[in-house]
């Protein structure tokens, strides 16, 4: 059974960062892709960037230069590093697989999807 579970999120002011988790089980990192999104309330589910089986990392246009996807296999878990958070950034944040190697460019290709973890920036 396919299991993602996020974890890291929380309420910080303008300026700092946080460090996601997700753990990742059924799947093994070295041989499946995993993808961060976010949606924050009335807006569509936006992409924020992949890591590949291979570690190759394919970015989306949310939170460009500020946030850092990384992976440790021994643990099977993917990291989102989030610096810098601001207002807009607040947001419920998912991680994904698409059930094979690659990063697949929309959601609707993702297969499995953690609960998500709220991240809310304000001061």
């Known amino acids: 059974q396919v299991q993602l579970v996020e974890s890291g999120g929380g309420l910080v002011q303008p300026g700092t960062s946080l460090r996601l988790s997700c753990a990742v089980s059924g799947l093994d990192l070295d041989y499946y892709a995993i993808a961060w999104f976010r949606q924050a309330p009335g807006k569509d589910r936006e992409g924020i960037s992949c890591?590949?089986?291979?570690?190759?990392?394919v970015k989306g246009d949310s939170g460009a230069g500020r946030f850092t996807i990384s992976r440790d296999t021994t643990k099977n878990t993917v990291f989102l590093q989030t610096d810098g958070l601001r207002p807009e950034d607040t947001a419920v944040y998912y991680c994904?697989?698409?059930?094979?190697?690659?990063?697949?460019?929309?959601?609707?290709?993702?297969?499995?999807w953690g609960q998500g973890t709220q991240v809310t920036v304000s001061s």
């Open positions: 890591i590949t089986s291979d570690g190759a990392i």
């Open positions: 994904a697989a698409p059930g094979n190697a690659w990063c697949r460019p929309f959601f609707s290709e993702y297969d499995y």
